[in-house]
């Protein structure tokens, strides 16, 4: 078979949707429609050769696989002029696609994705006269045929001159020993540039990386065994063209299992890269700028299911919570003390290679915790923020931390908070005032004396600036009146206060033990079910502890609900069809900002559209639940105080040797003035005048509260022992939506200074009191940012008491829509 001259070229015929072997049929076995003005137009199909590699006198059936495909790339980045010169010389023909590279040359970045190259650049008049676009498909029709004809012509001219049974021998000689030293050279390279755009994952790939070249190489071998065996049958191919068919076709099987490698190794490098973008330092393009915070949580990567991400997650994640804590607590001021440095990353690699070996101890295992300074550990210091304890170190680690120390949680330090949680503001600290991180969003991080200060929000403020500045994956809190919520709303974050007795306090230094809860700070309320999860256990330590009996009676008097709604004729399942919440008219009070109330209105219409129904309620007793909190918190607190005394441990005064003296001395010093100012008034509570007036009518009115609540419920209170007539009853609901705080995060300058009124402060808590006095679960779910400051506002769920489950579910769908918001 001889190759026609190229001066003889007719001008090329383009078939619509042809089939591939119509040239066949027709009889034309000699001449097949000349592929000179063709070319491939996926980027991983083999590249039309110019005419300076059709000249080159070298056969290539001599030439090994790896050759051939060097040479091909070579040719196809040379033919960007000849192509357009073919394509102005053809007869009135319009190119069908025009000249890209291979897929080695054209990609530069694994990673960004399977992108075209430009067509090659042709004068107005032929793109004027072109007609068709070289990039539309045609549903691959007339890509896939010329792309067919090009090849089986170069392997025509490849085994020019040879006869059929020797082109065949030649062909398969060379498929069988050099074809697997070709992929192998192909798979290594794109791995290498694959790790090169991730050099932070490179480390990690290891044995992964070997079983996936490995697999997929097998599969490319396993498909090019089959070609051949169907090959070998020589009643579907015909004999003069055996050789070059066999060698055509392995060559695009061999093709197939490149690109197969290629798409998995770009899928799972994109997943990656996005996924691990989320909990990147907070600096994006200059590190010394912040652009955002609160991004995506640790649990995000691991769900992913993405091997490299759940290896390299831990190690990145703790370096990255590091960097933040070196960078920004000098402005944020939220860790006092910080875990050893490499103490830290040695865990994170530790947890890595569990999770490599796929045998985590658990979702949260090497996340990085930061604990309240009112949590005991053994190895950093428990200050509570006063002076009092200020160099104390616990000889037991509370029970919340040993709990997520197992579960394989890493301990990052611990951070600032109000002394003893006496405070709305975290301005009431040894450490130092704390700042909200959303005021710098946008500033140099090296100059902040513009930067308008904003609370965080107290007691737990140092809890919510570190998880909302990414200095940790999530944070425990105590919230004894709304001091995880209120912080939480402030900051943008998560947070989260169970049912009174669901987690332990043993370890929890005590303010007021008949409210104290403890609390979680997260970015999503998905992470705050998972640490909920681990450290809601008995404890047999904790007196208030719910015991394994009582949570079983909980969960059989708290049914899951099974609702349908109406959709255009049919029943379909929304997320919350069959939920009742309701709306108490008592917290739509006279302080809420108009923001506030706008985005109020927003999340009743956001969880309308997920199917609930919204039902008016009343909680009458709500308004006197400020001062029943504050008059049973501070008798409390008067009394769980008085056992820092000077003599057995924590601070002593060195002015006086006398026994009252000494007291007296050692508490002045020790405690800070709002301490000793709740003290007071907690000591006049308790004195025998005004024991009846006050502490017991503050409880009568707790009592009463607790009542109102379980009346709105749907769901019976195991532990009162409250049953409703029926949960079918449509006045009666499963859940409360309500604002977290009357306005956004007020400034630092109005809550520092004697000219402070402590009484507006104590009204800050005004809408997250009733919940912990009737020890019911609560969570605070960021919902949007104010128009005004652009700082963030939250909303509040609450449900009945040991319906945790019931927060959850109607805190996602809010979560949801609040990052639609944002």
């Given at each position: 078979?001889?190759?026609?001259?190229?001066g003889?070229?007719?001008?090329?015929?383009?078939?619509?949707?042809?089939?591939?072997?119509?040239?066949?049929?027709?009889g034309r076995t000699?001449?097949?429609?000349?592929?000179?003005?063709l070319?491939?137009?996926?980027?991983?199909?083999?590249?039309?050769?110019?005419d300076?590699s059709?000249?080159?006198?070298k056969p290539k059936?001599?030439?090994?696989?790896?050759?051939?495909?060097?040479?091909?790339?070579?040719?196809?980045?040379?033919?960007?002029?000849?192509?357009?010169?073919?394509?102005?010389?053809?007869?009135?023909?319009?190119?069908?696609?025009?000249?890209?590279?291979?897929?080695?040359?054209?990609?530069?970045?694994v990673?960004?994705?399977?992108?075209?190259?430009?067509?090659?650049?042709?004068?107005?008049?032929?793109?004027?006269?072109?007609?068709?676009?070289?990039?539309?498909?045609?549903n691959?029709?007339?890509?896939?045929?010329?792309d067919?004809?090009?090849?089986e012509?170069?392997?025509?001219?490849?085994?020019?001159g040879m006869?059929?049974?020797?082109?065949?021998?030649?062909?398969?000689?060379?498929?069988e020993?050099n074809?697997?030293?070709?992929?192998?050279?192909?798979?290594?390279?794109?791995l290498?540039?694959?790790?090169?755009?991730?050099?932070?994952?490179a480390r990690?790939?290891?044995?992964?990386?070997?079983?996936?070249e490995?697999?997929?190489?097998?599969?490319?071998?396993?498909?090019i065994?089959?070609?051949?065996?169907?090959?070998?049958?020589?009643?579907?191919?015909?004999?003069?063209y055996t050789?070059?068919?066999?060698?055509k076709?392995?060559r695009k099987?061999?093709?197939?299992g490149?690109?197969?490698?290629?798409?998995?190794?770009?899928?799972?490098?994109?997943?990656?890269?996005?996924?691990?973008?989320?909990?990147?330092?907070?600096?994006?393009?200059s590190?010394?700028?912040?652009?955002?915070?609160?991004?995506a949580?640790?649990?995000?990567?691991?769900?992913?299911?993405?091997?490299?991400?759940?290896?390299?997650t831990?190690v990145l994640?703790?370096?990255?919570?590091?960097?933040?804590?070196?960078?920004?607590?000098?402005?944020?001021?939220a860790?006092?003390?910080?875990?050893?440095?490499?103490?830290?990353?040695?865990?994170?690699?530790e947890?890595a290679?569990r999770?490599?070996n796929g045998k985590?101890?658990?979702p949260?295992?090497?996340?990085?915790?930061?604990?309240?300074?009112n949590?005991?550990t053994?190895?950093?210091?428990?200050?509570?923020g006063?002076?009092?304890?200020?160099?104390?170190?616990?000889?037991?680690?509370?029970?919340a931390?040993?709990?997520?120390?197992?579960?394989?949680?890493?301990?990052?330090?611990?951070?600032?908070?109000?002394e003893?949680?006496?405070?709305?503001h975290?301005?009431?600290?040894?450490?130092?005032?704390?700042?909200n991180?959303?005021s710098i969003?946008?500033?140099?991080?090296?100059?902040?004396?513009g930067?308008?200060?904003r609370?965080?929000?107290g007691?737990?403020?140092?809890?919510?600036?570190?998880v909302?500045?990414?200095?940790?994956?999530?944070?425990?809190?105590?919230?004894?009146g709304?001091?995880?919520?209120?912080?939480?709303?402030?900051?943008?974050?998560?947070?989260f206060?169970?049912?009174?007795?669901?987690?332990?306090?043993?370890?929890?230094?005590?303010?007021?033990?008949s409210?104290?809860?403890v609390g979680?700070?997260?970015?999503?309320?998905?992470?705050?079910k998972?640490?909920?999860?681990?450290?809601?256990?008995?404890?047999?330590?904790?007196?208030?502890?719910?015991?394994?009996r009582?949570?079983?009676?909980?969960?059989?008097?708290i049914?899951?609900i099974?609702?349908?709604?109406?959709?255009?004729?049919t029943?379909?399942?929304?997320?919350?069809?069959?939920?009742?919440?309701?709306i108490p008219?008592?917290?739509?009070?006279?302080?809420?900002?108009?923001?506030?109330?706008?985005?109020?209105?927003?999340?009743?219409a956001?969880?309308?559209?997920?199917?609930?129904?919204v039902?008016?309620?009343?909680?009458p007793?709500?308004?006197?639940?400020?001062?029943a909190?504050?008059?049973?918190?501070?008798?409390?607190a008067?009394?769980?105080?008085?056992?820092?005394?000077?003599v057995?441990?924590?601070?002593?005064?060195?002015?006086?040797?006398e026994?009252?003296?000494?007291?007296?001395?050692?508490?002045?010093?020790?405690?800070?003035?709002?301490?000793?100012?709740?003290i007071?008034?907690g000591?006049y509570?308790?004195?025998?005048?005004?024991?009846?007036?006050?502490?017991l009518r503050?409880q009568?009115?707790?009592?009463?509260i607790?009542?109102?609540f379980?009346?709105?419920?749907?769901?019976?209170?195991a532990?009162?022992g409250y049953?409703?007539?029926s949960?079918?009853?449509?006045s009666k609901?499963h859940?409360?939506?309500?604002?977290?705080?009357?306005?956004t995060?007020?400034k630092?300058?109005?809550?520092?200074?004697?000219?402070?009124?402590?009484?507006?402060a104590?009204l800050?808590d005004?809408?997250?009191?009733?919940?912990?006095?009737?020890?019911?679960p609560?969570?605070?779910?960021?919902f949007g940012?104010?128009?005004?400051?652009?700082?963030?506002?939250?909303?509040?769920?609450?449900?009945?008491?040991?319906d945790?489950?019931?927060?959850?579910?109607?805190?996602?769908v809010?979560?949801?829509?609040?990052?639609?918001?944002?």
């Amino acid at each position: 078979m001889k190759r026609p001259s190229t001066g003889a070229l007719p001008s090329p015929k383009f078939r619509k949707q042809a089939p591939k072997d119509d040239y066949k049929s027709s009889g034309r076995t000699s001449k097949k429609p000349s592929t000179e003005s063709l070319a491939p137009k996926s980027i991983l199909k083999k590249p039309l050769r110019s005419d300076a590699s059709a000249s080159n006198n070298k056969p290539k059936a001599s030439m090994s696989g790896a050759a051939i495909l060097k040479a091909n790339t070579k040719a196809a980045a040379r033919t960007d002029t000849s192509a357009a010169s073919l394509a102005r010389g053809s007869a009135g023909g319009k190119p069908k696609g025009v000249v890209r590279q291979a897929v080695m040359a054209s990609r530069g970045d694994v990673t960004g994705g399977m992108g075209r190259k430009r067509r090659a650049p042709v004068d107005a008049e032929t793109e004027k006269n072109s007609g068709d676009d070289s990039d539309s498909d045609n549903n691959g029709e007339d890509e896939e045929e010329s792309d067919d004809e090009e090849e089986e012509g170069s392997d025509e001219d490849d085994f020019e001159g040879m006869p059929a049974a020797a082109a065949k021998k030649t062909s398969k000689k060379h498929t069988e020993e050099n074809m697997a030293e070709a992929m192998s050279k192909i798979l290594g390279s794109s791995l290498r540039k694959a790790d090169a755009s991730m050099p932070i994952l490179a480390r990690s790939r290891g044995v992964e990386r070997k079983l996936e070249e490995e697999k997929m190489e097998a599969k490319a071998r396993k498909a090019i065994t089959n070609e051949k065996k169907r090959l070998a049958n020589k009643d579907r191919v015909k004999p003069e063209y055996t050789g070059m068919e066999y060698e055509k076709k392995l060559r695009k099987v061999a093709t197939r299992g490149v690109v197969q490698l290629f798409n998995a190794i770009k899928a799972q490098q994109k997943a990656t890269e996005d996924l691990t973008e989320k909990i990147r330092p907070i600096t994006t393009s200059s590190k010394d700028k912040v652009a955002n915070l609160t991004k995506a949580s640790f649990l995000d990567l691991l769900k992913s299911g993405t091997k490299v991400a759940a290896k390299s997650t831990p190690v990145l994640a703790a370096a990255t919570g590091l960097e933040n804590i070196a960078r920004y607590n000098k402005y944020v001021n939220a860790f006092v003390d910080v875990a050893d440095r490499e103490g830290v990353l040695k865990q994170a690699e530790e947890a890595a290679q569990r999770w490599e070996n796929g045998k985590p101890k658990s979702p949260l295992d090497g996340a990085i915790i930061g604990y309240k300074m009112n949590f005991c550990t053994t190895d950093l210091r428990t200050t509570c923020g006063s002076n009092m304890l200020d160099n104390f170190k616990a000889p037991y680690t509370a029970t919340a931390i040993e709990l997520l120390q197992e579960a394989g949680a890493i301990t990052g330090g611990k951070v600032n908070m109000d002394e003893f949680g006496m405070g709305s503001h975290n301005v009431f600290t040894n450490a130092g005032i704390t700042r909200n991180p959303h005021s710098i969003v946008g500033k140099t991080v090296a100059n902040m004396e513009g930067v308008e200060d904003r609370s965080p929000g107290g007691s737990s403020g140092g809890s919510a600036a570190a998880v909302a500045s990414n200095m940790c994956f999530a944070a425990l809190g105590s919230d004894t009146g709304g001091s995880v919520r209120l912080p939480a709303s402030y900051c943008g974050v998560v947070g989260f206060k169970p049912s009174y007795g669901r987690i332990s306090r043993w370890g929890l230094v005590a303010y007021a033990s008949s409210l104290d809860t403890v609390g979680t700070l997260t970015k999503s309320v998905d992470d705050a079910k998972t640490i909920y999860d681990i450290i809601s256990r008995e404890d047999p330590k904790d007196s208030t502890c719910l015991t394994q009996r009582q949570r079983g009676a909980i969960s059989k008097a708290i049914q899951s609900i099974d609702g349908t709604a109406a959709v255009d004729g049919t029943h379909q399942r929304k997320r919350l069809s069959g939920i009742r919440i309701g709306i108490p008219q008592e917290f739509n009070i006279a302080e809420l900002s108009p923001d506030t109330k706008s985005l109020w209105k927003q999340g009743i219409a956001a969880l309308k559209e997920a199917g609930a129904d919204v039902v008016p309620v009343s909680i009458p007793n709500t308004k006197l639940a400020v001062g029943a909190y504050f008059t049973l918190a501070t008798a409390e607190a008067s009394s769980n105080l008085q056992r820092y005394d000077g003599v057995r441990y924590g601070h002593q005064s060195t002015h006086a040797d006398e026994k009252d003296a000494l007291y007296a001395h050692t508490r002045s010093e020790g405690f800070g003035k709002e301490v000793r100012r709740r003290i007071l008034l907690g000591t006049y509570v308790l004195t025998s005048g005004s024991f009846d007036n006050f502490f017991l009518r503050a409880q009568k009115i707790r009592r009463m509260i607790r009542s109102d609540f379980d009346k709105i419920f749907a769901r019976p209170n195991a532990i009162t022992g409250y049953r409703p007539s029926s949960e079918a009853d449509t006045s009666k609901v499963h859940a409360l939506l309500t604002p977290v705080a009357v306005t956004t995060a007020p400034k630092l300058e109005d809550c520092v200074g004697d000219h402070i009124d402590p009484i507006n402060a104590y009204l800050d808590d005004i809408l997250t009191i009733p919940a912990s006095l009737a020890g019911l679960p609560a969570m605070s779910v960021p919902f949007g940012k104010c128009a005004k400051d652009g700082f963030p506002v939250g909303l509040q769920v609450m449900s009945q008491y040991g319906d945790e489950e019931m927060v959850f579910d109607v805190a996602r769908v809010l979560e949801e829509k609040g990052r639609m918001r944002v």
